[in-house]
């Protein structure tokens, strides 16, 4: 899974359509940021929520609750966009789909510190990532507090999201598609994985950026087109090789 399917982006665009067609620029040039932040943070906590108030806490219900708040977020935002101002419609599609259009100087340090963010979370913690390699039972025999991890790898990953998101909008499947493809390169251990998965992550980013841009001149496409389209192809691609 990735943050588009937990339901983190869901929530960061929401907060952000809610500014545009609702609330209006309160803070001037952050309010879109500080929207997009706060509700990608909701959206992490709902799910934790809901993964602490059910039995057992294993990877399959943080998806489902995850699911359940990115269906909630969309229904939300759907509703804040024919209740607003139809006017917004443009900026709205560029926060629910995304793109690098809004990409400045200006910006780029939020950019880089929720790439950071998570990037030294993962370096750090890579050998509790490996145990997990083994199952969840032979990880906490190895010492790694599983439930723990869970829950502060799942919060790291919405603060990265929610950063990232109040700066290009939702852009989805490339956090679904890149390890997959990584780790036949890097292998399965996770500091080479996660160094592989950076590079590789920004090169399909740039590439479908540079799609969107050309395919449809002049205008612009919004980038979750290009990613999307291409993460649908490759779950089924997946799901057929595994069949065979």
């Avoid at 706060?38 to 709902?46: D, E, N, P, V, Y």
């Avoid at 560029?94 to 030294?120: P, S």
């Avoid at 890149?178 to 780790?183: A, D, K, Q």
Wanted: hydrophobic share 60%; with cysteine.
């Amino acid at each position: 899974a990735d943050p588009f399917l937990f339901g983190l982006s869901s929530g960061a665009a929401a907060g952000a359509v809610s500014v545009i067609t609702v609330f209006g620029d309160t803070f001037g040039i952050w309010t879109l940021p500080v929207a997009a932040f706060t509700g990608g943070m909701l959206a992490a906590a709902i799910v934790l929520l809901l993964v602490s108030r059910v039995r057992g806490q294993g990877p399959e219900r943080l998806i489902l609750s995850g699911l359940a708040v990115s269906f909630l977020f969309t229904a939300l935002t759907n509703y804040l966009v024919f209740a607003g101002d139809q006017r917004a419609a443009h900026s709205v599609l560029f926060w629910t789909m995304g793109g690098l259009g809004l990409a400045r100087w200006d910006n780029i340090g939020l950019a880089a510190l929720g790439a950071a963010i998570i990037l030294f979370y993962g370096l750090w913690n890579h050998r509790r990532f490996d145990a997990f390699l083994a199952g969840e039972s032979a990880a906490e025999s190895l010492g790694v507090p599983v439930a723990r991890m869970r829950r502060t790898t799942f919060f790291i990953a919405a603060l990265a999201t929610a950063i990232l998101v109040a700066v290009a909008g939702v852009i989805g499947f490339v956090g679904l598609m890149i390890p997959h493809l990584s780790r036949p390169l890097a292998g399965p251990l996770h500091w080479r994985l996660i160094l592989a998965c950076a590079l590789f992550g920004a090169i399909l980013l740039l590439a479908s950026d540079l799609l969107a841009r050309t395919l449809l001149p002049p205008q612009e496409l919004p980038i979750g087109i290009i990613t999307s389209s291409l993460g649908a192809f490759f779950v089924v691609t997946l799901l057929m090789r595994n069949k065979l």
